[in-house]
T-cell receptor
Framework: GENVEQHPSTLSVQEGDSAVIKCTYS??????FPWYKQELGKRPQLIID?????GEKKDQRIAVTLNKTAKHFSLHITETQPEDSAVYFC??????????????FGKGTKLSVKP | NAGVTQTPKFRVLKTGQSMTLLCAQD?????MYWYRQDPGMGLRLIHYSVGEGTTAKGEVPDGYNVSRLKKQNFLLGLESAAPSQTSVYFC??????????????FGPGTRLTVT
């Protein structure tokens, strides 16, 4: 089945710097890669996602890139702010014989943005 | 819309006790999921349902049972709680299969402690 590895597990940056979180996946048939943000004590919320037919997607200060050949995708946050501090999870969709399945999540990255 | 709600928010059980966690969604979603979140482990799928009256096992189903008698509700049961089931439990729902590019919406979580 699908396996998702996420690095780093913790990341500390200064306010205004950029942050990059990387994930790799094992199933070459996976076609959907969402990123979720979870603030302390809150529920995970989708912040951006990318489909396998797209190499990059941007939404204001966040962007996601996908390299299907290497089977990895990354989250980029520019001009970080203290409110970006949270745990970020990547995920990849499972496939079963061509059918679409569930999400497999990475273990998360705790991002701390220091003022 | 309330979105996805969970009952209760907190619960302390003694080893061997049973309980049921209730998840409700008002978005007319077909798919519903139960995850557990443990420190450093990300979100792991326990059971899921692709429609009313159907359930299926996820990655970590042992010790749990589920039921989906109504489309809007998804119940998670612990028949004989064990300390290893101490965790934060999240319910989620989606219009279609996540592999089919449908966002999962999460509930606020239930913090369960088994002593």
């Amino acid at each position: 089945g699908e396996n998702v590895e996420q690095h780093p597990s913790t990341l500390s940056v200064q306010e205004g710097d950029s942050a990059v979180i990387k994930c790799t996946y094992s199933d070459s048939a996976s076609n959907y890669f969402p990123w979720y943000k979870q603030e302390l004590g809150k529920r995970p919320q989708l912040i951006i996602d990318i489909r396998s037919n797209v190499g990059e997607k941007k939404d204001q200060r966040i962007a996601v890139t996908l390299n299907k050949t290497a089977k990895h995708f990354s989250l980029h946050i520019t001009e970080t702010q203290p409110e970006d501090s949270a745990v970020y999870f990547c995920a990849a969709s499972e496939t079963y014989g061509g059918s679409q399945g569930n999400l497999i999540f990475g273990k998360g990255t705790k991002l701390s943005v220091k003022p | 819309n309330a979105g996805v709600t969970q009952t209760p928010k907190f619960r302390v059980l003694k080893t061997g006790q049973s309980m049921t966690l209730l998840c409700a969604q008002d978005m007319n979603h077909e798919y519903m999921y139960w995850y557990r979140q443990d420190p450093g482990m990300g979100l792991r799928l326990i059971h899921y349902s692709v429609g009313e009256g159907t359930t299926a096992k996820g990655e970590v189903p042992d010790g749990y049972n589920v039921s989906r008698l109504k489309k809007q509700n998804f119940l998670l049961g612990l028949e004989s709680a064990a300390p290893s089931q101490t965790s934060v439990y999240f319910c989620a729902s989606s219009y279609g299969a996540s592999g089919g590019l449908h966002e999962q919406y999460f509930g606020p979580g239930t913090r369960l402690t088994v002593t």
